[in-house]
């Protein structure tokens, strides 16, 4: 099996916590490090709980601290939803394990300039560490395959009327992703709402009986809270994972090749992801939008990949 080489952009986050879990055992694919931006929590809370992953799940993996700002804004946080550590819910042992001393960006520029060409970017925050890394050295974007991100909507948002939260923190890194000529998939809203993790499909995966399934089960049940209290979701939708759950089988989605700018000029819309899906404009397409999930198929997927950590707590 070809596996398929990756590196993680994320900002962990329950959902991202779950993609990390997938991405780090699945055979197909080759996580070659991990790099973390701020976005659901501050950079400090969000690379603690990258190691806390990996040193849970005794996962081998590199882990690099990235941009702890957006480019030109503020950054805001997802507090609401993934609580003051920005991974509530588990109890995890004392952390040892240590984040990498080289920037993320630098990380992500070395790999890329080495590489046949042959790595996917998957960002599941913010892409700001993207941005950054496209900007120091532009010659690493003929280096990217493709970038698989989570984030956008051709419907309605998240964080406002308009936007989805990874895109509405770093508009303008989105920006300079989206407009960079690069092979495009996004995952965003019209199809990570349609993923809902009901308590039958936590007791699903609970059953599993190990300990991957267990921090599912953990991280679930506090996110489905939050997610209860914020929008009035009764089982939450697991964004993030679908990125991987693309890499493992492309079947999972359906998308339409159109045309997507971001708004990273205006107030009331700011963030938005205009997704073209009409040709309405007549411009040429440059993203593949998901349009549509094969629920079904992703929880099997996501189960699979619980599976492979073994039946031993």
């Not at 959902?15 to 400090?44: C, F, R, W, Y």
């Not at 560490?129 to 050295?137: D, G, K, S, T």
């Not at 984030?151 to 948002?157: F, L, M, P």
């Not at 993790?197 to 399934?213: T, V």
Request: glycine share 6%.
């Amino acid at each position: 099996m070809e596996r398929t080489k990756i590196i993680l952009d994320c900002d962990p986050g329950h959902d991202d916590a779950v993609a990390i879990m997938m991405a780090a055992k699945h055979p197909s694919i080759e996580l070659l490090g991990i790099t973390v931006v701020s976005g659901n929590q501050t950079l400090q809370k969000t690379v603690t709980n990258a190691l806390h992953i990996c040193q849970h799940l005794n996962l081998d993996v590199t882990v690099y601290a990235g941009s702890p700002t957006p480019l030109i804004k503020d950054p805001i946080y997802a507090e609401f939803i993934h609580g003051k550590s920005g991974l509530d819910g588990p109890v995890f042992e004392p952390l040892t394990k240590k984040v990498e001393p080289m920037h993320a960006v630098s990380f992500i520029i070395r790999t890329l300039m080495r590489s046949e060409g042959d790595i996917t970017m998957v960002t599941t925050g913010p892409m700001t560490n993207l941005a950054l890394a496209m900007r120091l050295e532009p010659r690493i974007v003929k280096k990217i395959k493709q970038v698989v991100l989570m984030g956008g909507s051709a419907g309605s948002g998240n964080i406002t009327p308009a936007a989805e939260f990874n895109i509405f923190v770093d508009a303008d890194a989105a920006q300079i992703v989206f407009k960079s000529g690069l092979p495009i998939v996004m995952c965003g809203l019209d199809v990570t709402r349609k993923v809902r993790c009901y308590q039958e499909i936590i007791d699903r995966m609970d059953k599993l009986g190990n300990k991957a399934s267990t921090l599912f089960k953990d991280m679930m049940e506090f996110y489905n809270e939050t997610q209860l209290a914020s929008f009035g979701w009764v089982g939450g939708p697991l964004h993030d994972p679908l990125t991987i759950a693309y890499l493992i089988d492309n079947s999972v989605i359906e998308t339409s090749y159109c045309n997507v700018s971001v708004d990273n000029k205006s107030d009331v819309s700011y963030g938005r992801t205009n997704c073209d899906l009409i040709n309405f404009m007549k411009k040429e397409p440059n993203v593949h939008v998901a349009i549509d999930v094969n629920v079904d198929l992703f929880w099997d997927i996501i189960e699979s990949c619980l599976a492979l950590y073994g039946t031993e707590n």
